[in-house]
């Protein structure tokens, strides 16, 4: 059994010798993903476990990629992606430029989801998309654009059923059992290690999507990150979050309005 005593001592360590701020995750999630990674590389005991992530630069990049990685697909919640398709981006149509933030990318499934609704929309041309992660493995991932053909069947449905109306594979070439995405959807995406955590905004946004990231934050490390997201959100931009986050219990909640039932929300003050 792990003690929390323990947890920190490894949290201090990682901050101390590697600037990664674990302090105000979630101390469950946290704790859970460290023992399975624990029982997964068959540690005798958690010294030796610390000493090897204080020691070796190659397993502490494991470390960060199990401890960071999230579950993801092509167009998640198909009815959040109809929300966006019919009443946010209609709105970001009316602007010169549009300019997109999704945090915590992980390995850019949604990143393409979304450039396929802008380029359908005819505003890819005109637009740009930031995605941000932690995670360098998952960021490399995603600049690829390659996904397993297994899971085309299920993000096919999912595009269906938020709306689209073109032949899904119309986006992507299909190659030994995997499939890469057209460049004309990559080129207008950058991808960049940023900490949620620690970094600072580095642009203004007109849309900023983060779902499923804020549920592995403490209250005050969420409160941290929606306050860097109000301050990199252009006037009336628009908010996503997760279907299991909320600005509801936020400081910022008189500041913003949701849309519908969609944790979509807009900037009004």
């Not at 945090?103 to 609704?117: K, M, Q």
């Not at 600072?200 to 946004?205: A, D, H, Q, W, Y």
């Not at 309005?257 to 003050?269: D, F, M, P």
Request: with cysteine; hydrophobic share 40%; charged share 25%.
């Amino acid at each position: 059994m792990i003690e929390e005593s323990e947890i920190d001592l490894l949290v201090n360590d990682l901050y101390e010798l590697y600037g990664y701020d674990f302090t105000n995750y979630a101390k469950a999630s946290l704790k859970r993903r460290i023992v399975r990674l624990l029982v997964l590389d068959k540690f005798p005991s958690f010294a030796e476990f610390r000493y090897r992530i204080r020691t070796d630069a190659d397993y502490l990049k494991r470390f960060v990629e199990e401890i960071t990685v999230t579950v993801t697909e092509m167009f998640r919640d198909p009815s959040f992606y109809k929300v966006l398709r019919t009443e946010v981006i209609p709105t970001l149509a009316t602007k010169p430029f549009v300019r997109v933030w999704h945090a915590g990318c992980a390995t850019g499934e949604e990143v393409f989801s979304l450039a396929i609704l802008l380029k359908e929309a005819k505003l890819l041309h005109k637009s740009l998309l930031y995605a941000t992660d932690l995670n360098p493995a998952a960021l490399e991932k995603a600049k690829k654009g390659i996904f397993p053909l297994a899971q085309m069947k299920q993000y096919s449905e999912n595009y269906i059923e938020s709306g689209g109306v073109q032949d899904f594979s119309s986006y992507y070439t299909a190659m030994y059992g995997q499939v890469k995405f057209d460049e004309s959807l990559a080129e207008k995406m950058i991808f960049s290690i940023h900490n949620l955590v620690s970094d600072r905004s580095f642009n203004e946004f007109d849309l900023i999507l983060c779902r499923n990231v804020l549920i592995y934050f403490d209250k005050a490390l969420q409160d941290r990150v929606l306050n860097l997201f109000d301050d990199s959100l252009g006037q009336l931009g628009y908010l996503a979050l997760g279907s299991k986050e909320t600005l509801k219990f936020s400081a910022l909640k008189s500041t913003f309005t949701q849309l519908n039932k969609e944790k979509i929300w807009r900037k009004v003050s």
